[in-house]
């Protein structure tokens, strides 16, 4: 099963009332209609409804970034769980610049072989919107690790926040550089640009 219209699915999962309904069959683990994703943690101002976008590394790798560092990324989708940059055929993957101090490792995309960040489409109520449904990406696991662990992202450059995986257990703090834990959210891109339009 596919999953055509992440908007028309969840408008007609959404219900008025105090929460939003959450369907009981489960959302397959691709999504081919093209998204944007966008970064929660209603805790944290400085990053809760920003989006992820994408920066050229060299190599054919993108970064991944809250702005304003990146690109504006309209044109993701989800095969088997990872995440893909269409016009790149990059995906994304865990691993290099390990943290000794908080024990996180880099999220970034690429088209190599590296192991793969694993996620699984979920429907969760939209906290700044309580009645509305929305698809989460939650986070699986680094590919051929222990499952569980989260993403996170950190303070970098420009003002911006860079994605990060942390382990299962994982207590570590950088106090210099914490790492916030995040919800990462589809937004079909038709809906994206909707709301840019009204903002």
Partial sequence: MQL????????GAAVASAQCAIPVAPLPTSIPAPFRVEVQNITRPDV????MNLYEAGGGDQHLFIGPVGNLTLDLTLVNGVINWLPGGVRAVI?????EIDHTTKMFMTERGDPKAVFAPTYACNPDV???TQVEL???GWEGEPAGGWICVRNSFDGSHE???SPPGNDLVDVDRECVKVTLVVRPADETTRRRRRA
């Fill in 163 to 165: 994605f990060r995986y």
């Fill in 138 to 140: 939650s986070f699986v």
């Fill in 48 to 51: 809760h409804g920003k989006h």
């Fill in 4 to 11: 055509k219209s992440i908007s028309g699915l969840v408008a």
């Fill in 130 to 132: 309580p009645t509305e």
């Fill in 95 to 99: 691993g290099g610049e390990f943290s």
